[in-house]
């Protein structure tokens, strides 16, 4: 399974999200990307895509909002789940199957991640026919698996720019001299220093919001690698199948960078 990173430049959110439930949803268009969404979102007034994931007719799984960040979603279900939502508007159409096995993988997976048991629809919590008469529920549920090795990739067309000001940092604190292109490669895995609990300065605060943004809290966003740093890397690590040991190396990374 591959979930793609997105670079949404979603606004001010709330923190605090605790996953104890999953509430799926479809977009209720027939055809529209994440960045789409994002935008009819913030035209509500809202910081950008109110969900977790979504996942496209042609299978593949984009991130959207962080899974400790707030959703906007399912009014009054916010603090505690995770929307993912299903592109297409399912009253009328009917799912491709490789998008219901993608989604019947992320569900699996998520479920296994957070320990949930519970997964809903957007029309159990509130009066809504949301993901459509036509969603194909029961077999989302009968369960899938996935693959564990999680690999969260880029976004292949568009250069990124967290890597972009990683790049940037690197070169001004003098560990690389590489060009600034928001691709991540070879040159800028070398540059990336070794980092551990104890540092300070803005390639700490990067990794911090790296990790924020996969669902990892670091308490905080500070520029300060302290314990709640130290607690996220070590999780990321055990993710990844790393030795947990808190220390951010080549082949942590490795993994933060997507290569
Ligand atoms: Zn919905």
Redesign the pocket.
Known sequence: MNIVETNLNLGQMSYGNNPQEITV?HAESSHCSIEDINSWHKENGWAGVGYHYFVRKDGSIYKGRPDNAIGA?CQGNNTNTLGVCFEGSYNTETMPEVQLNAGKELITYLKDKYGISCVSR?KDHMS?D??GNNFPWNELISGGSYNPEVAVSSTQNNSDNWVSRLQEECNVQGFSNQVVDGIPGPNTLNGCPTMRQGAQGNITRLLQEKLVSLGFDTNGVDGIFGNGTDYAVRAFQGRCGLIADGIVGPNTWTKLLGL
Do not use: G, V
């Open positions: 949803h979603h957007h809504t949301c993901p």
